[in-house]
């Protein structure tokens, strides 16, 4: 049996919690869509869902290693991966309470530089080329779903354009379970793995492993918290992404769906960590804006953008004060 240090309990403690908050907060995501347009019963398109996740979470690690290796140069210790997970977790809930969709990804990426900087390690810590290449992940993918989305809904439409839109959306609404599916398979294979990555780098810091491999158990254990996550849902959310940025009709989920799963798998087999929130909701509105630019309602979109821009400076802020909490209380 391993002998951990407490520290290195928490850590994995707060990454599962990390990893459960991130299922309810981003089950929205994957089905969205799917509930809005009436494809599938909420509870079955939850429980799918978290099926999914959890087998998606289970394909690769390589972000979990972008994660645990490209944001810190050297040494970390764990009061700043706790520090660090607990900025994301309190940023999280806060936009969960109020139906935000905001970003998990952006939210530990944001804690961990501001625990970094606030450590003894400071501004030398921190990875500039790894945090760029992530930063870039993260803002790039929204925009390629929002014109990936407006491109394939334009096709779409020509290639409908003289059939019943009554018999094209009730073939369109089975087909969006399909893309329900894939959409959760992709979230799990990208979202699972920031957990997996930060509990492995808690576990190679406190000397448990010699080299950053993530253990099986440690896959187990994060897609297992992932899909119990999933399976609570966010409702908040899923009316907030299924309704309030476009009125959307099968056929727009069933673009909205596939351009976001194509791109969000495409990252994980690049292993770059990008916001399933971010993509989802970019897609959506590509896809709305296919339809008429008006049918985007750009108020909650611009709420939305504002959310983007603002989490890693805030969850930066909260994980730096976390950690300085941290340090008076274990003075």
């Not at 096709?155 to 893309?179: A, D, E, G, Y």
Request: net charge positive.
């Amino acid at each position: 049996m391993l002998d951990l240090h407490p520290f290195i309990i928490i850590v994995i403690l707060l990454a599962l919690a990390f990893d459960f908050i991130n299922g309810f907060h981003d089950t929205a995501n994957a089905i969205a869509t799917s509930v809005s347009t009436r494809a599938i019963s909420p509870s079955r398109a939850i429980m799918m869902a978290a099926v999914l996740n959890f087998f998606g979470a289970m394909v690769s690690t390589g972000v979990a290693k972008t994660i645990g290796g490209d944001i810190v140069v050297g040494h970390i210790d764990q009061p700043i991966i706790i520090a660090s997970l607990t900025g994301a977790i309190i940023w999280n809930l806060l936009t969960w309470k109020i139906g935000l969709p905001s970003s998990s990804s952006h939210a530990l990426v944001g804690g961990l530089i501001g625990g970094v900087l606030m450590s003894d390690m400071g501004m030398e810590g921190l990875n500039y080329a790894g945090i760029g290449k992530i930063v870039i992940a993260l803002v790039s993918s929204p925009l390629v779903g929002m014109v990936v989305g407006y491109i394939i809904m334009n096709l779409m439409f020509r290639f409908f354009q003289n059939s019943s839109p009554s018999k094209v959306n009730h073939r369109f609404k089975k087909m969006q379970i399909v893309t329900a599916a894939t959409m959760a398979f992709s979230h799990g294979s990208n979202d699972a793995q920031k957990s997996m990555g930060i509990i492995t780098l808690a576990l190679v810091s406190g000397g448990v492993l010699q080299e950053f491999e993530v253990p099986l158990i440690v896959k187990v254990l994060c897609a297992t918290a992932m899909a119990v996550g999933t399976s609570v849902g966010g409702w908040s959310i899923i009316k907030t992404v299924g309704g309030k940025i476009i009125k959307l009709e099968p056929i727009n989920g069933f673009a909205a769906d596939l351009n976001s799963s194509i791109t969000i798998f495409t990252a994980t087999l690049l292993h770059l960590p990008v916001s399933t929130t971010h993509v989802v909701s970019g897609s959506i509105m590509g896809v709305g804006a296919a339809k008429r630019i008006k049918a985007v309602r750009w108020g909650v979109a611009q709420q939305m953008v504002m959310a983007w821009v603002l989490t890693i400076p805030c969850t930066a802020a909260m994980g730096a004060i976390c950690y300085g909490l941290l340090m008076v209380l274990f003075e």
